[in-house]
Structure formats: structure tokens, C-alpha cells
């Protein structure tokens, strides 16, 4: 152990750890901008920086080590008149439209200057003489250079967390900035909107294009009937914004305020997950046979689970030699979408051309995914707007709704009813579990064989995950598969999926099916879920998923009833004809810049 | 013409392919080419395995490393304090005559490009200047125009 | 303090026959080479000053196969030259003087990092490492250097972004600790020496540190090489013996009218008129990595200053704040004064602002632009107020 002493305090600490984390020990407050809980250090806003004992110049907290009898002070005169210089300096460069900003009392620079900087500014404003750009290119997220600390989370996020770089730091001295190839609009280039720079960018220099007043006006628009759809990883999140812990399930009160926000129908995405399990493992089983039995050497295998949008634009602009292995469904949303504008229309007896489909998702992708050529299988935008679970607590807000003392709502019908298989699919291994509480059931007649349906080996926040199944006591028409072992992974965080493709690329993968999520943790951290994030806060989102999961009576996709309905009514079978036409897409191969 | 062709492929043969012969390899197409155009810094990326964005935001970070189109020969008169104490923008002024363009700009023929740039460690013998990659040192105006008229014939 | 005088000195390009000094030195153990360069007081020769033999006694105490003894020839201080001059002449002893620090620390492997500016030199200075590495492979001694280029970024002379621009990155500087001698070059033990410094302790391997140390002063030992330029009749490379004041140099460099020397380049301290014979070039006085430029009383100090500050604003790398946004602060804080625009009083401002750039930035170039600021502010407010 290492023993320093922090305003005049003793600590203890393992060696390695921070100066800022020994004083977070103390519960003393260092204040921080550039340093993230999921990223790397850098040490170059300086905020954070303290005095040394003995020390030339201040040191910055975050990226200095505690050392053996070190005496720190953080909050000398010293300390005090140069941190204000900093926060002084950031603001002269950042354009401090507050009241207008999307950001506005959600922003970290604002409450820094809230501390050190208010009144007069010091320093001379040089905003104007730059020539910065807004970048709305687009569907899911803005990029506006004037908001820019150059912190470099975004940047640490997009290499280390997702292995794109679609943004790196450019130039030097005062023309550095952050910087897609070239300046490229961030729609022309490998960006995948996975939208985890949003969820850690400290100020607004990267926030959600929002599409709030394009869906109140839909609202109350009579001529409309408009519909939402709300992602599993919402429910367990979207209370953070409205005051909760992070963790806390809030669906019921969720689904009344959407009644409350005027929406004519109030479903669940957690319907079409379930519905995605029926036609992504039909589609597995049916590519093992292929593989198995009929000698296919052109089935690709191993099979990629197709439901987050930031992993499908990964893969397109990074691996397309291997669009074949992704599986042809659509995600959960996009098959809502496709079924609202046709199967729902129908039922419930309204013109398509009239119902304007909303989804809430706790992604920043499904803005893009929903815009995408392909995703008009109704003859309609199947999905006309994509939420954030952020923009719903806005509008609960804009609305005056006193969320917490709202009564809890179930959702309407049809397309409400959900198992605790769709509610996983927010989760890492999720997707993979429930396709297993499934398929496992019909090759062999029975329940998977884990205690209370619970499939551990593929939870957890492990950034690659790996499971093998013994199939046995196959009923007849699965029998080629008997005593056949499925091999499985699951990787969450692109930077992970990049370790299984590369696996996969090798020729090393010895998996029949990859579930991959863009996000961190899955969905519960996607990005377009209330900010911020750490692991803690996404362990919690993970642990209230599995929680709503075992309250649920129904478990198992296949037993949803309206899920039965509908391939008796509508679809006829799981990778039927219609069910192609509606519910599988196709993907394309896209620039690696 | 600017063709990349196997040039980037060549060069990541000759360096490897490994983060540290980014500069190398960014430097030698420079050398050849003069500035490093999209396809190039692309080419780049995909050999080492890095992305784009990086390998722009690594070039964009060296002031000799251009991402903008340069001449054949690109002129880079010094602007630190001893050169621009001894005649500086004489010569610059005599350069922007001659070829008929202003600082930041490239002749038409793309020929030339006149650029400033910051000490380049000829200080005793200023003003100075480098064209590619050759100095040229106590500078008159009369003197730069007979270096520039030899350049023109070439 | 002690007064040396200015007495010229001839020892960076003393003729030397490389061959014999340094099947001397490879006869030496490294605890002999380290004790004779800290028993010489050399102090690293690119401006920081960080004694030599300490940096070759932690480098070579880390255990790790691999190390590396880089030399910093990423001459770009403004009003620096030396180094070009030394490679130009002697390059035969910068390699010879990495072969011994690579004896010393324990390193195989040497990396000359060469500014693109110089890049017309390389064709040369391969010849004479080829030479350079056949002689020692005739001694029977195994040490190879490489030569890796610059692009145009002062910063990289900076120790950790000059290793961040080799492994092919932008050259940033890293956060401290870890210091290079733990964690340099591709993460491994090294010794980071200028140009000058290597040169100069082959040649206190050669004539032993009591020769050395007669020279210069307690806290500035021997000599070193000066750029001279600006106002000067006889601008050039000199080297003398540390110790001398401002005043004695400008009675040798001077036109006569010299108003002001700005001493170590634009990071450096520019001393007026007025304390040039109070002044200590050295350690112990104001530093100097070789830099040193004379104004005469024709010179607008503002203009100076100015071009500084021009300077630091497209020079610094941009990731920290005081650094990037009190450059910029600085630049246009004197422009609006100048002009009129803003009071002189808020020259105050700006000089806290530089105090606090001193201690908050990141690195060397953040922390000493407030040298020349500060200096040039201080001794001639009048001539950057309006």
C-alpha cells in the first residue's frame, strides 16, 4: 500500500492508484473533465490539477500516480487562481449559447463554470475569429466544433471502446480539433452512430439529432394515428432522468405517461424481439441443417445476430466479406415497424398512409437504421421516428407530468404483449439467451438446462463471452443435430466484436452463432441512454433487465401469445414468404474511411 | 498526375506494416508527390490496419506533411523573429511577384506553392528559405529571384 | 556566483580519432562511463538541463532487455542551430557519443530523431554511419543506430512526444510519470540526449571529468556550443565556457547598440539592457539550450514578442488547455492592447494567465512560454501598450 497524505489527511491506497481517486477515498472533490470512468487517461483539460509538495508546477490528478509519503493540497490559492484560468480559458474558446443548448444544466463545463467562472469573463472571446462547423450530416447525432473542449473523449471512445476511429484529433496549436477523414461529414465516413461520443461528451458539442417536435406535431396532428414502441433497455433506464437511481424499473409509470403524451397506442418492441427469435433461430437451425445435413458448403457460418445498428454499419464498413454470416433479420424495431404499418393497420382497421410510427431506443444507430433505403417493406418509412430514451424524458418533461406518482400502465394491444426473453435483449447475451431458451426447446422437446431458464454463461459484463451447448435427445425432425455441441460467443463494445472478427477472419472462430451489440453492456448502454455512464451505472440498468425478466410470467419468446397469433393469422411460419418480405432485410458494403 | 498505384503498397513493404512506419511511409509519398491526397492517406490506412481519421489527424499534425495540393516545388520561407528582422517579406513579396500568387496558394501549372513556416534553423544566415527539401540562406531579393528563375527553368 | 569571463573553447569539434576514444570507452564498465559523466556536473546541452550522468545511472538501473538511447536532434528552438552545425561536422562523434550512453545505460539500439528542416542532410549523414557502423563493428562492439525523420513540430523536441512521433502519432506530449528512463521509446528504458550533449560527454570520456569540470561554473560545468544571431556583426556558432554574463557577450557579439538578448530561444528569457551585467548565462543565471539572439534599439520589442507568441500558437500540439487556449489569449491579448482595443491594465491579466500557464500545462513548451511573456512584458511594457 501506498500512504499519502491529501489535505492534510492520511490515505492508504494500492499502489497505481490516482492521486484523484486516493482523494474521491477522502470523498474529496476534485473536479474533472477530460477524465472518464471507461476511458483511458489523457490529462490535458487540467482542470483537476493540484499542488504537490515540493512540486515545480501543479500536477493533474487524474494521470498522476500516488506515491509513497506525497503531500497534496487541492485547493491552494495556486490551485484555485489556475483552475479558474483553465475553466476561463475553455469557455473563451466554446460558444456559451446555454439557454439555447440542448445540453443546457446537463452540461459538465456549465457547472465547472457555475464554480469558477461566473460573472465577468477574464479572458477575450475567441469563437467568432474561429471558424467552426456544425456538422448535421447525420440522422442520429450533431457534431457543432463550437461547443468542442477538445477533452478527446470521443475520440478515446471511438478508438478504445469501439475500435473505429471514425474521429481522431486534427492539426495543432489553435487549429487543433477533432476531426473526421479530412473533415468528411460524419454521414460519409465509417462513423457507426453507435452514439457512445454523445454519451460522454461533457459539453454539447455531440448531442442526438432530436426529433421531439416533428412527434408532437404528429400527436396532435388529428389526422394521425400514432403509435410507439418502447426498447427493453429503456424501461430500466429512463427513470435516471427523471430522478431515479440508476437501476430502477420504471415500465409501468413509463408506459401511462406515454398514454399521457397523447400517443394512440402505446406497444412494446419486446412483441418483435420475441418475434425476432422465432424467425433468427429458425434461420440458425435452418443454416445448421443446411450445413449438417444437406452438405452446403456455401451456408455461412458462424451465424451474427443482426438487431443493433451500430453493429451492422460496423461490419459493413469494416468486414463485408462477411454481410452473408449476418443473419438477414431485421432488428426488433424495424420489424415492429414494418408489422405496424401492415398487420397492425390491418387488424385495427387504419390506413397505413395515416399512422405515424414512433419508437423509443435507448440508440442513437436506430435513427439511422430507421432512415435506411431498405426499411420501407410497409410501402411506408416503417419506422417514421427514432426517439432516444433521453428525448422521452424530455418530452415527459415538456409534458408537466409528475412521473413519479404516475400510476403504472400496461401496454396496449396487439403488439404489447412481451415474455421475459425480449426484455433480456437489452442486455449483453441476451439475444443469444433467448434464442437459446427457444431453440434449444424445439430441437429437443425440452427446456434449456440451466436453473430457472437463467443461461449465466452468457451474462456478465466480460467484454467477450464464450458457451458451448450439448445438444441431446433431439425430437425427430431436429434429430441430425443430436449429440451435436453448439458453440457460441457474445461480444458487446465494437472494440470487442473487432477481437471475435478477427477470430472469425483468421479462420479461428469455432462458433456456430456470435450475438454482437454495439454498446457497451448492450443496449443498457446504448447510445441514447440517459447520461452518464460507468460501469456501475450500467451494471445496475443490467441487473433491473434480469430482474424484469424473472417477474415476467411468460419466458420463452415462443410462448408469446401474440406472437402465436400472428404466424397463425398473418406470417404464416417463422422464414416464410411474408415474413422475408417483412421482416429480413439485406445489407450492403460501405467505405472503410 | 498524382497516382498512387502500388506506391503505398511498396513503401509498406519496405517499412512495415506497424503503427511506427506511419511517418516513413507518409513522408516518402510526400517526397514524391508533394502532399498527401485522400486515396493515399486511404491506401495508408488500410496496409496498417489503422483508420483513416487517424492517419489524417496524424499527417494534419506535421507541418510538412500536406493534405492540401502542393506544387513540385514548395517554397517555405521562414518567419521567425531573425528572418522576419532581416527582410522576410521582401522576399516574400519578390517570390509573390515572380509567380504571381500570395502566401497558402499554389501557381496554376502547379509548379510552385509559397508557403511560411516557422524557424528552420538558419538564423545566422537569414533571411532563409527551403525549397523541397533544400535550404537556400542570406537571402536578397535579387539573390531569391535568380534561385526562383533557375527553379522555373526547370 | 561565479564569473567565468567569455573564453572561447574547442572541444565539440575537436579532431579527435573516434576509433581509439571509443575502444577506450567500451573498455570501461558503465559504472565507470556514468561515474565520469556525474563526477563532469554535465547538464543535458537542448535547454532543460537535466544532468546527464543521473539520466544514464536511472536508465541503465531499469531491468528490461530492451532499451534505447535516443539522440533529440529535433533542433527547433528559434535561434538554434547548433546541433545542425555538429551533425554537419562532427556527426561521427553524436554516433560515437550514443554508442558510449548506449554502453552506459545498457542499450543495443540508438534512434537519431533528425527535424524534416534537415532533411537535405540525411543523404550525407548515412554515408557516415555506415562508416561509423563498420568502425565499431571493428572494435567488436555491437550497437546500431537509425535515423528517423520529422515532419515540421517543434513539439517534438519535446522528450515523450518526440518518442509518441517515432512510433508513428501525433506528437504529444505524455503525461509524467512515467519519465522516459522507466518508460521512453515503444514503453522501454531510455536516454533521451541532445545532439550537443552526446558529443560532449564522449569527450569527457576522452579527457575525464576533471578536465571538465575546470571549466564553467558550479551549477553550469564546462562549455557549450551558442547560435548567435539577430543584431550581431558576427552571427555564427560559437562555443565558450559557461559562466560569462549577458554583458561580457554582447561586448564580444554586440553592435553596439544591443538593447535587449533574448537567451534560449522563444521559450527562453529575453534580459534588457539594464541586467546584462547581473546576468549569468548558465544554470544559475538564465539557461540556454544555445539560443541566443541580440536586438538592437531599432527592434520593436513588441514585434518580438509577437512573433513568439505567432509562434507558440501554431507550435503547441493543442491537447492541453493552457497551453492551447493561453497561447491564443496571450497573442490576441497583446494585439487588442497594442491596437488600443482593450487597457493597458489587462496586461495584468495576461500575466497571471502566463503564471498560471507555467504551472498548469502539460509540458515544457506550456510551461516556458510565460518566460519570454513575462520578460519581454515586464522589461518593455511601453512598447506594447498602445
Known amino acids: 500500500m501506498i500512504n499519502l497524505i491529501i489535505n492534510d489527511q492520511k490515505v492508504s491506497v494500492q499502489a497505481g492508484t490516482t492521486v484523484l481517486a486516493a482523494a474521491k477515498k477522502l470523498k474529496i472533490n476534485i473536479p474533472t473533465l477530460c477524465n472518464h470512468d471507461d476511458l483511458c487517461v489523457a490529462g490535458n483539460c487540467r482542470v483537476c490539477i493540484v499542488e504537490q509538495k515540493g512540486a515545480r508546477t501543479l500536477i493533474a490528478s487524474c494521470a498522476t500516480p500516488a506515491t509513497e509519503g506525497m503531500e497534496i493540497h487541492t485547493n491552494t490559492l495556486k490551485v484555485r487562481n489556475a483552475r479558474k484560468h483553465i475553466v476561463e480559458l475553455l469557455l473563451s474558446e466554446h460558444r456559451s449559447d446555454c439557454t439555447k443548448c440542448y445540453k443546457n444544466q446537463n452540461c459538465e463545463l456549465q457547472s465547472l463554470a457555475n464554480e469558477f467562472a461566473f460573472g465577468d469573463h477574464i479572458f477575450l472571446d475567441l469563437v467568432e475569429d474561429k471558424k467552426y462547423s456544425i456538422d448535421r450530416s447525420s440522422p442520429s447525432f450533431i457534431k457543432d466544433d463550437s461547443k468542442c473542449i477538445r477533452c478527446q473523449r470521443c475520440v478515446r471512445t471511438c478508438s478504445e471502446l469501439q475500435y473505429i476511429s471514425a474521429i481522431a484529433v486534427a492539426n495543432k496549436g489553435a487549429h487543433q480539433k477533432i476531426s473526421s477523414f479530412h473533415d468528411r461529414p460524419m454521414s460519409h465516413v465509417v462513423c457507426t452512430n453507435c452514439g457512445q461520443c454523445v454519451n460522454r461528451c461533457p459539453t454539447g458539442a455531440l448531442v442526438e439529432k432530436t426529433y421531439i417536435d416533428q412527434v408532437w406535431d404528429a400527436i396532435y396532428d388529428p389526422d394521425k394515428h400514432v403509435v410507439v414502441q418502447t426498447a427493453p433497455a429503456v424501461r430500466v433506464a429512463l427513470g435516471e432522468d427523471l430522478g431515479y437511481d440508476p437501476g430502477e424499473r420504471v415500465t409501468g409509470k413509463m408506459v401511462n405517461a406515454l398514454k399521457q403524451l397523447g400517443f394512440n397506442s402505446v406497444l412494446d418492441t419486446d412483441f418483435s424481439a420475441d418475434l425476432t427469435i422465432m424467425e433468427e433461430g429458425t434461420e440458425l437451425l435452418v443454416r445448421l441443417k443446411k450445413a449438417l445435413v444437406d452438405g452446403d458448403t456455401k451456408v455461412s457460418l458462424p451465424m451474427f445476430t443482426s438487431c443493433s445498428p451500430g453493429w451492422i454499419k460496423f461490419i459493413e464498413h469494416k468486414y463485408p466479406e462477411f454481410l452473408p454470416n449476418l443473419s438477414t433479420c431485421k432488428s426488433p424495431q424495424q420489424m415492429f415497424g414494418a408489422l405496424a404499418k401492415t398487420y397492425y393497420a390491418k387488424k385495427r382497421n387504419i390506413d397505413p398512409s395515416k399512422i405515424v410510427s414512433v419508437s423509443i431506443m435507448p440508440c442513437t444507430a436506430k435513427k439511422f437504421e430507421a432512415d435506411r433505403p431498405e426499411m420501407r417493406a410497409s410501402g411506408y418509412k416503417d419506422v417514421d421516428y427514432v426517439l432516444t430514451t433521453r428525448e422521452l424524458a424530455v418530452m415527459i418533461k415538456q409534458a408537466g407530468l409528475d412521473f413519479r406518482n404516475l400510476e403504472e400502465a400496461i401496454y396496449d394491444s396487439i403488439m404489447g404483449e412481451s415474455t421475459g426473453a425480449a426484455v433480456i435483449f437489452g442486455a449483453t447475451g441476451g439475444v443469444m439467451e433467448a434464442a437459446l431458451r427457444t431453440a434449444y426447446e424445439i430441437v429437443t422437446g425440452r427446456e434449456v438446462p440451466f436453473g430457472n431458464l437463467n443461461i449465466t454463461p452468457v451474462r456478465g459484463m466480460d467484454g467477450v463471452k464464450e458457451a458451448s451447448i450439448k445438444i441431446e435427445g433431439c425430437v425427430e425432425a431436429w434429430s441430425f443435430l443430436e449429440g451435436a455441441e453448439l458453440k457460441i460467443a457474445i461480444a458487446h463494445g465494437l472494440v470487442n466484436a473487432n477481437k471475435i472478427m478477427k477470430l472469425v477472419k483468421e479462420g479461428n472462430a469455432p462458433y456456430h452463432f456470435i450475438e454482437i451489440m454495439a454498446c457497451p453492456g448492450g443496449c443498457i448502454g446504448g447510445g441514447g441512454q440517459p447520461i452518464p455512464t460507468n460501469m456501475q451505472i450500467r451494471k445496475n440498468r443490467m441487473k433491473a433487465i434480469y430482474s424484469e425478466d424473472e417477474n415476467m410470467v411468460l419466458r420463452k419468446s415462443h410462448l408469446n401469445p401474440e406472437v402465436v397469433a400472428i404466424y397463425k393469422e398473418f406470417l404464416d411460419k417463422p422464414n416464410s414468404h411474408k415474413s422475408h418480405e417483412l421482416l429480413h432485410t439485406h445489407y450492403v458494403e460501405r467505405d472503410n474511411f | ?154 | 556566483m561565479e564569473n567565468t569571463g567569455l573564453n572561447k573553447v574547442d572541444l565539440i569539434f575537436e579532431k579527435i580519432d573516434n576509433k581509439e576514444v571509443l575502444a577506450k570507452a567500451f573498455k570501461m564498465t558503465k559504472e565507470e562511463i556514468i561515474k565520469e559523466v556525474l563526477d563532469s556536473g554535465l547538464k543535458g546541452r537542448g535547454g532543460a538541463g537535466f544532468p546527464t550522468g543521473m539520466k544514464w545511472k536511472f536508465t541503465s538501473e531499469e531491468k528490461s532487455p530492451e532499451k534505447y538511447i535516443v539522440c533529440n536532434a529535433d533542433e527547433g528552438e528559434p535561434g538554434t542551430f547548433k546541433d545542425r552545425e555538429i551533425l554537419d561536422r562532427v556527426s561521427n562523434k553524436v554516433h560515437g557519443g550514443m554508442a558510449i550512453a548506449g554502453k552506459a545505460i545498457g542499450a543495443k539500439k540508438g534512434v537519431v530523431y533528425l527535424r524534416g528542416e534537415y532533411r537535405y542532410m540525411l543523404p550525407k549523414l548515412m554515408i557516415e554511419l555506415t562508416s561509423f557502423h563498420k568502425m565499431i563493428k571493428e572494435i567488436g562492439y555491437d550497437f546500431n543506430i537509425e535515423y528517423r525523420m520529422g515532419s515540421g513540430a517543434y513539439i517534438c523536441g519535446e522528450e515523450s512526444a518526440l518518442f509518441e512521433s517515432i512510433e508513428g502519432k501525433r506528437g504529444e506530449p505524455r503525461n509524467k510519470p512515467p519519465y522516459p528512463t522507466v518508460s521512453g521509446l515503444f514503453e522501454k528504458p531510455t536516454s533521451i540526449n541532445n545532439v550537443e550533449t552526446l558529443v560532449t560527454a564522449m569527450m569527457i570520456v576522452k579527457h575525464g571529468a576533471k578536465n571538465f569540470i575546470q571549466y564553467g561554473t558550479k551549477d553550469s560545468r564546462g562549455s557549450k556550443v551558442f547560435s548567435v544571431s539577430g543584431d550581431t556583426p558576427t552571427p555564427g556558432i560559437f562555443e565558450l565556457e559557461l559562466g560569462m554574463t549577458v554583458l561580457q557577450f554582447v561586448d564580444e557579439f554586440g553592435d553596439g547598440d544591443t538593447k535587449a538578448v533574448q537567451v534560449g530561444g522563444a521559450s527562453g528569457f529575453c534580459v534588457p539592457r539594464k541586467k546584462f551585467a547581473e546576468t549569468i548565462i548558465g544554470f544559475e543565471g538564465v539557461p540556454t539550450g544555445g539560443s541566443m539572439k541580440l536586438f538592437n534599439s531599432s527592434r520593436s520589442m513588441y514585434n518580438v514578442l509577437h512573433n513568439y507568441l505567432d509562434f507558440f500558437t501554431e507550435e503547441s500540439c493543442g491537447q492541453c488547455t493552457p497551453c492551447r487556449v493561453g497561447c491564443q489569449q496571450l497573442l490576441k491579448g497583446v494585439e487588442k492592447v497594442k491596437k488600443g482595443e482593450a487597457k493597458s491594465t489587462y496586461l495584468n491579466e495576461l500575466m497571471k494567465l502566463a503564471d498560471s500557464m507555467k504551472i498548469a500545462a502539460k509540458c515544457g513548451l506550456g510551461q516556458s512560454v510565460g518566460n519570454a511573456f513575462k520578460s519581454i512584458v515586464g522589461n518593455f511594457k511601453e512598447e506594447i501598450i498602445y
Open chain 2, 1 to 154: 498526375m498524382y497516382q498512387v498505384g502500388n506506391l503505398v503498397k511498396e513503401l509498406s513493404d519496405k517499412h512495415g506494416r506497424v503503427r511506427e512506419s506511419l511517418m516513413p511511409i507518409l513522408q516518402e509519398i510526400v517526397q514524391k508527390h508533394n502532399y498527401l491526397n485522400d486515396e493515399a492517406m486511404v491506401e495508408v490506412a488500410r496496409e496498417l490496419d489503422i483508420s483513416a481519421a487517424e492517419v489524417y489527424g496524424t499527417a494534419s499534425f506535421y507541418t510538412f506533411l500536406d493534405t492540401q495540393v502542393k506544387g513540385k516545388y514548395v517554397i517555405r520561407v521562414c518567419k521567425t523573429i531573425t528572418c522576419s528582422m532581416k527582410g522576410k517579406s521582401d522576399i516574400i513579396h519578390t517570390i509573390e511577384d515572380m509567380l504571381k500568387i500570395r502566401v497558402g496558394e499554389t501557381t496554376t501549372d502547379k509548379q510552385f506553392s509559397l508557403i511560411e513556416t516557422n524557424c528552420i534553423g538558419w538564423c545566422h544566415k537569414a533571411p532563409a528559405i527551403l525549397i523541397n527539401e533544400l535550404p537556400y540562406t542570406e537571402l536578397t531579393p535579387e539573390k531569391v529571384s535568380e534561385i526562383i528563375k533557375d527553379y522555373m527553368q526547370k
